[in-house]
Structure formats: C-alpha cells, structure tokens
C-alpha cells in the first residue's frame, strides 16, 4: 500500500479522521442503545417501588385506624383514613398509567373497585359512629368488610408487583441478549478499526522513515567521500525540501573539494574552508534516528517540527555558497540547531537567544555561533546535574558587535581555562578536543577580520562558562 503525495501534517489529518469517525460512530451507537435500556427499565423499576410502598403502609394503618374507630377509643375525624384512601388513589392512577401490562391494568382497576366499596363501608361505620348502639354491627363489618377489601386489595397489588417483576425479568434476559449482540458487533467494528489503524501506521510511518533511512544511508556515503548527486526519491511531504538541501549540501560540499584540489590552496585554510561547508554527520546520524524513532513511536507533529527544524538548519547552514550572512540569518540557524537539540534533551535544556533587531543586518562570517553552542551544551549543560541553560546576547558599542554565548553548565577551574586559552589562541587542537570548535572560529575570524577580534573566554567553576565574539560592525550590503 503507498501512501499519497501529500505534506506529513495532510497524512496525519487523515490518519486521524479515518482512525475516529468508526470510534465516535460506535460511541454513539453505544449511548443510544444504553438509553433504550434505560428507558425500558426506568418504568417498570418506578412501578414496582410505587406497590410496594402503598403496600407497605395500606392495610396495617386502615385496619388499625378503623378498629379503634368502630370501638369507640378515636373519633374517625382524628384518624390519618382520608388522607390515605385519597393517597390511595393516587398510586393507583400512576400504577395503571406506568404498567404496559394488560393484566396488571385489570388488577388496577379491581383494586380502584375494591376501594371504592371500601370506602362506602367506611363511611357507613362513620356514620354509625355518630350515634350509639351500633357497636356490634361496627364490628361485624370491620371483620367481614374493612378487613376483608384491605386484604383483597393488597393482594391485588402484591399480585401486580408479582407480575411486574416477571416483566422485569423478561426485559432483563432481552437487555442480556442485546447486550452480547452489542459487544459483538462492537469487537468486530474494534477489530477493523486496529487492523486499519495498524495498516495507516505502518504506511504512515514507512512513508516518513524509509525516506530518512535512505537519507542516512546517503550521509554514511558522504561522510565517506561518495559525493555522487542522487534523484530525490520523496514526493509531497517535508522530506523533500530536506533532500533537496542535502542534494545542494553535497553539491557544495563536491565542488569545493574540486576547487582545494585544483587551486592546491594553503593546508591551513583549506581545513577551515572544509569546516565551515561540511556537515557534522554525527550530528545529522543522531538527528535523523531521533526523527525515525518518533515517527516510529507515533510522534508524528514533533517528527515535522523537527525535520522542519533540521531543513532551515541546512538551508541557512549552506546560505547559497556564501561566507558572509546576516546577524539575523545566523540567529534563524543557532535557533533552529537549538530546536533540534531540545528534542533530544528536553530533560536537560533550556535557551533564550536575545539579539536586538538594530544589528540584525550586521553581516557576520558564517558558522559564527553556532560551535560555540553546541561547545556551551555539550562540554557545558551536559556536564552538569539536572537542566540548564544556554543564553545567547548580542549587543553593539562603538564599531564593535558583541555576541555572547553564556552557559550554566560545569564551568572551568582557573588552570583548566588557562589551558583553553592558550590552545585556542595557538588555534591547533585536535578534532577530539573540547575547544576545537572554539579554536576554528577564533581563526576564521581573525583570518577574516584581523587579530584584533576574535573570542574571549571567561569561565567560574561550577557556575558557567561565557564566550563573548568580539566582530567589527559592518552593514550588509542590499
């Protein structure tokens, strides 16, 4: 399966919507039918509370309250009987409007019947309350009437609540089977979805990995003095412009060589030259297995901020083959290489970079900051415990401009500057060393602009160390 020219952001657009849309859609599948349970348990579960609360309190307090009517020992008018035949009838109404039960309708209205003559038998005691002799037969019909339409009412509500909870039953056994069928249906719609996801992953991932694979491959050829110029291979995405500077990096990189064989160039300034143009491929290796193994991870935005990153880092890096850019161009490079180097050490960096806008236009040698950077991060923060900082400040006094670059890392004990001082003013280390990079930018500028500018070094164990630029102030020309 290819993956179609289009740009990383439009493949994880569309990674995510086909990768969601089956998610949201059985969501709502879900919800929809726990609300059709809902609905069809809500009501039966009401009804049956409604019986058993009427049940609960009907029959004992009636039978009770008339029994001491019919004797005498409380007048019918302190008895609790209105309100409770009046309740009564209330729960009746809702039980035969909340059943969907023919039958339980039936037992409803028999019981609305049944109270009905209970409420006449009720009213005849009351009545005979009101005069006396009518003892005997107050009794005779609370034994024979009261008593018998409380129990037959009661039962007729034990009766619906009996055939309530059968209905219950018959809807929980349906609500079961439904259920199973639901989370049938649920694993196979899950099941597609991951084998889908797994195929968009692996094509996504192939799409933006293979191509920096093959980049790496290309850097190892490079790094061993195969400058052979390839046909870009990626289409439609940010890979393109990566390989595209890459192409042009070893354009350069060819053609300059040629140009110190053929000239046969003083050695000294030949390696300079060569330092300034080639690329670290060290740093590139590290850089492009970190991109593949967030792509591989599923990072996938980070895996386009960084190759974002990495594609000005060259593009400025190379600036159209010239030796002089602008304060404000080698800044975008410093920011892009600190970009790219957060994302490796997130857990140890941090960097302010502050250049006014005024000197922005200052033309600079190229490759100016940024080895003093990475110096300050990897002999600097690297070398301390926990995060630090690195803080880059330009400023101009005079015709002179200032660019500082300060770190909080280990720092340097006094002998241990002195030393670096004077290997770097000699300007001869060996690659391995930790002033390399100091002592090649100190010689380019004093190759380019004269000994009287160049680096100065100030450094406080265990506080941090600063590398201060000191450069004439000169105005590009437009």
């Known amino acids: 399966m290819k993956c179609p ?23 709502i599948y879900l919800i929809v039918r726990f609300s059709n349970y809902t609905d069809r348990y809500v009501p039966i579960i009401k009804d049956i509370n409604i019986a058993n609360e009427f049940d609960m309190h009907f029959k004992q307090e009636v039978d009770y309250a ?5 004797i005498g020992s409380e007048a019918f008018e302190n008895t609790n009987v209105e309100n409770i035949l009046k309740e009564s009838k209330v729960y009746f109404k809702q039980l035969e409007e909340g059943t969907s039960l023919v039958s339980n309708k039936k037992l409803v209205r028999a019981a609305q019947r049944n ?17 006396t002799g009518h003892y005997d037969e107050n009794m005779f019909m ?3 009437d009261i008593y018998v339409f409380t129990e037959l009412i009661t039962d ?16 929980k056994k349906a609500i079961e089977e439904d259920i199973n069928n639901m989370l049938r249906v649920s694993m196979v719609i ?13 094509t996504i991932s192939d799409s933006i990995t293979k191509p920096l694979q093959y980049l790496c491959e290309r850097t190892k050829k490079v790094g061993a003095g195969d400058f052979t110029m390839q046909q870009i291979r990626s289409r439609g995405d940010e890979v393109v412009t990566l390989e595209e500077s890459f192409n042009t990096m070893i354009g350069e990189i060819e053609e300059l060589v040629k140009n110190v064989k053929e000239e046969q160039i003083n050695l000294r300034v030949m390696e300079l030259k060569l330092l300034q143009e080639q690329i670290n491929p060290h740093f590139l290796y590290n850089t492009l297995d970190t991109i593949i193994w967030m792509a591989e ?18 593009r400025t890096g190379l600036s159209k083959g010239r030796d002089y850019i602008t304060l404000r161009e080698e800044e975008s490079h410093i920011r892009s290489y600190l970009q790219i180097q957060q994302f490796r050490y997130a857990d140890i960096l941090e960097y302010e970079i502050r250049i006014p806008l005024e000197i922005g236009e200052f033309r600079i040698l190229k490759l100016t900051l940024q080895p003093l950077v990475e110096n300050a991060l990897y002999h600097g923060i690297k070398q301390r415990r926990g995060k630090g900082k690195i803080y880059i400040e330009g400023r101009h006094e005079e015709q002179y401009i200032f660019l500082t670059v300060h770190d909080n890392g280990r720092g340097m004990k006094e002998d241990e500057l002195e030393r670096l001082r004077r290997s770097v ?28 500018y160049g680096l100065i070094i100030e450094s406080t164990y265990e506080q941090g160390t600063s590398v201060t630029v000191r450069l004439p102030r000169e105005i590009m020309n437009s």
């Open 115 to 131: 109270l009905k003559l209970l409420e006449k038998k009720i009213s005849h005691i009351k009545e005979n309350c009101e005069e």
């Open 425 to 452: 003013e000699k300007g001869r280390l060996d690659t391995s060393d930790k002033g390399f990079g100091l002592a090649n930018v100190n010689e380019r500028i004093r190759l380019n602009y004269g000994r009287a």
């Open 66 to 70: 008339m029994y001491r009517v019919a």
């Open 190 to 202: 899950l099941g597609v979805v991951l084998i889908v996801t797994w195929i968009l992953i692996i």
């Open 142 to 144: 609370l034994e024979n």
């Open 297 to 314: 991870d599923g990072q996938n935005e980070e895996v386009v901020e960084m190759v974002s990153a990495l594609s000005e880092f060259f």
């Open 156 to 171: 007729e509500i034990q009766e619906y609540v009996y055939y309530e909870a059968l209905e219950l039953e018959k809807v």
């Open 5 to 27: 020219n289009m740009s990383l952001r439009s493949k994880l657009k569309l990674f995510m919507l086909i990768m969601l849309t089956p998610m949201v859609c059985l969501v």
